[in-house]
């Protein structure tokens, strides 16, 4: 679907061309008949009105919150019921029929507006019945629910504005759920937050072709696996550190750049690009945790080898936090195998260059953190070796985004390769001349690479450009 944006440009231009004598005026006839020209202006009104509604709606709102807040304590519980679940049936009702109309109507746009207020409502409903009835529980809880009750709504509208909401109250669920525990963490729906997020967020992501519901659900799912893996490592009473560091280190990596878009019970839509976005993620992911690994005092005192020798058992319970690193590293290899089959070639397994290269690294990785841990401390050699990772992944990202002309790949490639010169020279003991030379040199690179790469990919587009034509 084409943007409003791009409309108005194109009529703009249009009128220009027509007034030049480049198009007769059949011609600026079918353009404006194909792209709906007529409209532009309903649009523009209809937005204008769609604010000035939703700025009264918004004082309507805060008119009737005061008036409760003022008349709360005077009212019976009954009436007190009566006007919350009044209050979000009206509202969520409104909306959805509003909802219902044409896609893009001012109508369907406030309806939407009033669908997010619903879902807003939804969880001071919640608070105040609970409050009222004198049912005290943990804030996380309140938000968990909150964001599945919001998430249930997503499901039966397919919105994506109230999915980002929902993942948006789950996420504020998990951390303030994951923050209040400082020994093992005993909530199952904590435990269970990645898979409870891949079963829930990725599917709506699809059936609402969002690319941004998809992304922000990998991140969540990333986040809240490390999360519980690094705090079992952390404060648990476990013999196999090693294992536990291996997998969140090596699994998330693995998952994202194999994922696989066509997942069977889905609708697949390759336009939407969910496959470049999970490998964005990967590589995203990689450059940050090599960054953070390059550091010496990673190896010098958080990752020291421990003596579990004196410590009680692991309480069973708790191990569940390991039922997801299992289905995450099974599903992983078996995405792994399903990537080497797709090539032509059906009777090998074979990848492609960048996917051995992620492959390798992420199997360095792993190694080096098992090994650490469970074997021999590795020290100097652990801070050399995730230093050339970064250096190799950053050289790699540029040279790859070179070849296809991206951008995305070549500055992040930049940017890792500044924070590791700049990072070494801050980590160790060198002079302030040293540092200001380093400052200086890198802050001279990032220009002309800036300039060099802009004109480069300016080259790179023209001459695509020009063998389309010739085709």
Not at 132 to 155: D, E, I, P, R, S
Not at 245 to 264: E, K, N, R
Request: aromatic share 16%.
């Amino acid at each position: 679907m084409l943007s409003d944006k791009f409309r108005y440009q194109l009529r703009k231009e249009a009128q220009k061309w027509q007034r030049e004598g480049l198009i007769e005026q059949r011609v600026y006839q079918q353009l404006a008949t194909r792209y709906h020209f007529e409209n532009l202006e309903a649009i523009s009104n209809n937005r204008f009105l769609a604010v000035i509604i939703t700025l009264g709606f918004i004082l309507l709102g805060l008119a009737i919150i005061t008036f409760v807040a003022a008349n709360w304590q005077l009212w019976s519980k009954s009436l007190k019921v009566f006007i919350l679940l009044s209050f979000f049936i009206a509202i969520n009702t409104t909306g959805f029929y509003l909802y219902r109309e044409q896609s893009g109507n001012w109508k369907s746009r406030l309806g939407e507006g009033l669908l997010i207020l619903g879902g807003l409502s939804l969880g001071a409903n919640i608070g105040l019945m609970s409050q009222m009835f004198h049912q005290t529980g943990a804030v996380y809880k309140l938000f968990l629910f909150w964001g599945f009750g919001v998430l249930l709504m997503a499901y039966g509208l397919r919105l994506t504005s109230l999915s980002i909401l929902a993942i948006i109250l789950v996420a504020i669920g998990y951390f303030s759920g994951f923050g209040s525990s400082f020994g093992l963490i005993s909530s199952l729906e904590i435990q269970q937050m990645p898979l409870l997020v891949a079963i829930l967020f990725i599917p709506l992501a699809y059936w609402c072709n969002s690319r941004w519901l998809f992304g922000l659900s990998l991140i969540l799912l990333v986040v809240t696996f490390d999360s519980n893996l690094i705090r079992l490592l952390d404060v648990s009473q476990i013999f196999f550190p090693g294992w536990i560091a291996a997998c969140a280190s090596g699994v998330p990596p693995a998952l994202l750049w194999a994922y696989q878009d066509d997942l069977g019970f889905l609708p697949n839509n390759p336009s939407l690009g969910f496959k470049s976005i999970s490998r964005k993620i990967a590589v995203f992911y990689l450059g940050l945790l090599f960054y953070i690994l390059s550091f010496n005092w990673w190896w010098v005192t958080s990752f020291q080898k421990r003596d579990y020798s004196n410590l009680e058992s692991v309480i069973p319970q708790h191990l569940s936090v390991l039922i997801i690193p299992i289905i995450f590293l099974i599903v992983s290899i078996w995405w792994w195998w399903k990537l080497g089959r797709s090539q032509r070639n059906n009777y090998l397994w074979r990848i492609d260059r960048n996917s051995a290269a992620i492959g390798i690294m992420i199997l360095t990785t792993s190694l080096l953190v098992w090994w650490h841990l469970r074997l021999h401390t590795l020290g100097g050699l652990a801070t050399f070796m995730f230093n050339l990772l970064l250096l190799l992944l950053a050289i790699g990202l540029i040279h790859q985004s070179l070849n296809i002309g991206k951008r995305l790949g070549y500055w992040w490639g930049i940017i890792l390769l500044s924070l590791q010169l700049f990072s070494r020279m801050v980590e160790y003991d060198t002079g302030l001349l040293l540092k200001s030379i380093v400052l200086f040199i890198c802050g001279i690179g990032v220009i002309f690479a800036g300039i060099w790469f802009e004109n480069y990919l300016k080259n790179f587009n023209n001459s695509h450009r020009e063998l389309r034509e010739n085709e």
